[in-house]
């Protein structure tokens, strides 16, 4: 219920206009979007119960490696209602064609099949806000081990206390079994804005950057 | 860690 509370309104994208090029405005209001919840997300962090207790070196590590899986967790649960379109943000939504023509074919088949999956599952609420704290705790910690598993402990417990309400057998193993398949998509698209930045000289800001080059 | 300013800023600003 704590995680439910903290969690942010989702942001809107504000449309670029720097170009006419309708590909490379995609591009860019998605760039700036992703930045803007970066910062967002970090505020979120914050609160999540134990997350401060950990050492500034830890919190920085499991940011730096969970905060796209974090993000798509957000992007998958607001796409489940819609056919065929990722809803990076609700005046965002971006079909497969328009993620090709961006040059991101392969981020739109993996979020879209994340998607998928999340959907046959029939995610709640409750269960979206606690995997996407499990996504940002899941990781090695650099620092402290102690207080990283207290952290993933209160994760887990919350969870398994959740899934003790419903009826489902297997739900909480079944909900940890799918957070291989948010790496490799977040990884996939972590990759893919590198690229577009390295190969296309993409601008991108300076926080989403900093991130970016965390994983590359 | 200068690598990693902003995040580093960022999080030791207090909420």
Redesign the interface.
């Known amino acids: 219920s704590h995680l439910l509370l903290t969690e942010p309104a989702p942001l809107a994208a504000n449309q670029d206009n720097s170009t006419s090029d309708s590909s490379l405005r995609t591009l860019l209001t998605l760039c700036d979007l992703l930045n803007r919840e970066l910062l967002v997300l970090i505020g979120w962090a914050k609160q999540i119960p134990g997350f401060s207790e950990l050492s500034l070196v830890d919190q920085m590590s499991l940011l730096q490696s969970g905060w796209m899986e974090a993000l798509l967790v957000d992007v998958a649960w607001r796409s489940q209602a819609t056919g065929e379109e990722l809803m990076f943000a609700g005046n965002l939504p971006l079909d497969e064609a328009q993620c090709r023509a961006a040059g991101l074919a392969d981020v739109y088949e993996a979020v879209r099949h994340l998607t998928v999956r999340y959907r046959a599952m029939k995610l709640s609420p409750d269960e979206v806000v606690t995997l996407k704290a499990m996504a940002l705790a899941n990781s090695d910690p650099v620092d402290c081990l102690d207080s990283l598993q207290r952290f993933q402990d209160g994760l887990h417990e919350a969870l398994q206390e959740y899934e003790s309400t419903r009826r489902e057998q297997n739900r909480t193993g079944r909900l940890l079994m799918s957070l291989p398949l948010l790496r490799q998509t977040a990884d996939r698209a972590v990759q893919a804005l590198l690229r577009m930045h390295h190969q296309h000289g993409i601008p991108i800001h300076k926080l989403l950057l900093e991130m970016l080059n965390a994983k590359a | 860690k200068e690598?990693?300013?902003?995040?580093?800023q960022?999080?030791?600003n207090s909420?």
């Not at chain 2, 690598?3 to 580093?8: A, D, E, G, S, T």
């Open positions: 690598k990693h300013k902003i995040l580093h960022l999080l030791q909420t």
